[in-house]
């Protein structure tokens, strides 16, 4: 897939990959308007002062913002600014890079555990020192269906589905026999066997690490609530219409190099705006009510270009696909599946439907 370089664009790298929702979930096409010099960013409709603020439109609203409770990439995009992982990925890759652990950890015991160092002097949001404690709560809230706080999410909550997925299941099930704290600043995971993706998983979105002062005060509510240690702050949440969130003054993670997402924010407020309407966001972000808007479809990149905007593409993260319950007749059959697998013209599907910004998936 083609990829433009946006200039003359002054926001940092961690900033535009973070609301962008690169590295988990996102679309592949997003329209940047135009921002005033220096390193900051301005946007329309933020009521805030130039190059305070900056405006996101996307097409849906998240549905919970507890992150092990949710499953959508636009949720996601959200939590991003709010947590933390315990491991990152790299800034335009999928390489591990040290975040809330100070090292990328290497199989111990063949690959039946792994002890991760933290960071000390990092807060949460509310004050609250993060430590090895507040790790193993965490995994214990995810792992253990009997923990009091294992439960939360809102009335569409994934019911810790992440957790399920990626580790065989909950309780003995699980593939994780024990998350040790083994002094104030180091954790250790005991695998029941190994487990091919282990380091790569503590990356993942819903794997982010929450403040437990403020999910033991409401875990019901958390979700509406989120609090983490992450750049950005929680603000409001106007369902169905925007996530207001402000800098986080204290982030741990100004200090460190770019290459690992470092960096200070450039702005002091993030407003994400939900624009169901694909007409709708776009003529919000050509007209300047947003400072930047993803999901477009091929159709209005003329008229976004002739705005005067700038457009940057990047490979998808995500897959579009046609599912069949072989369990249900005459999906049951594998000739059936492989017939209508040949009958689908899938090039012509993306060239119909999303032209040059889409490509045939490989697997």
């Known amino acids: 897939m083609a990829r433009v370089k946006v200039t003359g664009t002054p926001i940092s790298r961690r900033a535009f990959l973070r609301l962008s929702g690169a590295g988990f979930a996102g679309a592949a096409l997003l329209g940047v308007a135009g921002c005033g010099g220096g390193e900051t960013i301005s946007g329309g409709g933020s009521g805030g002062p130039s190059g305070s603020s900056f405006v996101f439109g996307r097409g849906a609203d998240s549905v919970s913002l507890d992150p092990i409770n949710a499953s959508d990439g636009e949720s996601f995009r959200v939590t991003r600014q709010v947590f933390d992982t315990l491991l990152d990925f790299a800034p335009d890759s999928f390489e591990l890079v040290p975040s809330l652990a100070t090292e990328v950890p290497k199989p111990e015991k063949g690959g039946l555990a792994y002890t991760l160092p933290l960071r000390d002097g990092v807060k949460f949001q509310d004050g609250t020192e993060f430590n090895a404690d507040a790790v193993k ?27 399920s997925f990626q580790f065989g299941g909950f309780d003995d099930d699980s593939v994780l026999e024990e998350i040790e704290a083994v002094d104030e600043y180091t954790v250790r995971f005991h695998l029941k066997e190994p487990l091919g993706p282990f380091v790569k998983n503590l990356a993942m979105s819903p794997f982010a690490i929450a403040s437990p002062k403020a999910v033991k005060a409401d875990v019901g509510g958390f979700w509406q609530k989120p609090l983490g240690t992450g750049p950005f702050k929680f603000v409001s949440w106007q369902q169905g219409s925007q996530v207001t969130l402000e800098t986080n003054p204290d982030w741990w993670g100004v200090e460190l190099p770019k290459s690992e997402g470092g960096g200070k924010p450039d702005m002091k407020k993030v407003v994400v705006k939900s624009i169901l309407d694909n007409t709708s966001r776009v003529a919000a972000l050509t007209g300047g009510q947003l400072t930047a808007a993803d999901g477009l479809v091929p159709d209005d990149i003329p008229s976004v270009k002739k705005a005067g905007l700038e457009l940057e593409y990047r490979p998808p993260n995500t897959i579009g696909y046609l599912a069949m319950n072989n369990e249900k007749e005459p999906f049951d059959k594998v000739e059936v599946r492989q017939a209508i697998n040949m009958a689908i013209d899938m090039p012509k599907i993306v060239e119909a439907f999303l032209g040059d910004t889409g490509e045939v998936a490989s697997n």
Request: aromatic fraction near 26%.
């Open 137 to 163: 709560f965490n995994w214990d809230r995810w792992r253990d269906t009997k923990n009091p706080y294992h439960k939360g999410g809102g009335s569409q909550s994934a019911d810790f589905g992440y957790y």
